[in-house]
């Protein structure tokens, strides 16, 4: 048993702890497409290139949107007709008042929690709005590509 526990140890000793972190950071996909966090798309790629990658972004994110929005509409829209039917047919009875108290109840909770979440949902803003203003023909792109694709 002494041997294995002494081979556990000397192979451990040959393996190297390696910090990729690091390398994470200097090597990442966005990085290498988008640009650094510093400076805008149009210093690497040309403005058709640029209209080019926001247009196909944007239309499979818009093409995306909008099925999983019909998706999502025929879900809740069958349900809330099932409910009426259930209700109506008397299998199922709504307490109007308890509904009313629940809902002010999540209204007020909502209202505190906004306060809150404010300062984080404004510096996302602030920084797409930055992100928006130095590369404006990529965006300028993936919003016409996302209408297009809510068309299609």
């Known amino acids: 048993m002494a041997d294995r526990g002494e081979e556990a140890e000397s192979e451990d000793e040959l393996y190297e702890v390696v910090d ?5 950071r200097r090597h990442q996909w966005w990085s290498r497409v988008f640009g650094s966090n510093t400076g805008p798309i149009a210093e690497k ?13 944007g ?7 909008q099925k999983v929005g019909k998706i999502a509409a025929t879900a809740v829209g069958g349900g809330f007709l099932l409910l009426q039917i259930a209700n ?3 299998y199922v009875q709504v307490d109007w008042k308890k509904v009313k ?3 002010n109840k999540a209204k007020k909770h909502l209202k505190k929690k906004a306060n809150k979440a ?3 949902l404004n510096s996302f803003i602030e920084e797409s709005t930055e992100f928006v203003k130095r590369n404006i023909v990529v965006s300028s792109g993936f919003v016409g590509g996302f209408l297009l694709g809510l068309a299609s």
């Not at 990729?20 to 994470?24: L, S, V």
């Not at 790629?45 to 972004?57: E, H, I, N």
């Not at 239309?59 to 949107?65: D, E, T, V």
């Open 20 to 24: 990729i972190t690091d390398y994470a």
């Open 45 to 57: 790629y040309s403005v058709a290139t640029q209209l080019m990658m926001g247009g196909v972004t």
């Open 59 to 65: 239309w499979c994110a818009g093409y995306l949107f």
């Open 88 to 90: 109506h047919s008397g």
């Open 101 to 103: 108290k629940d809902v």
């Open 118 to 120: 404010a300062p984080e």
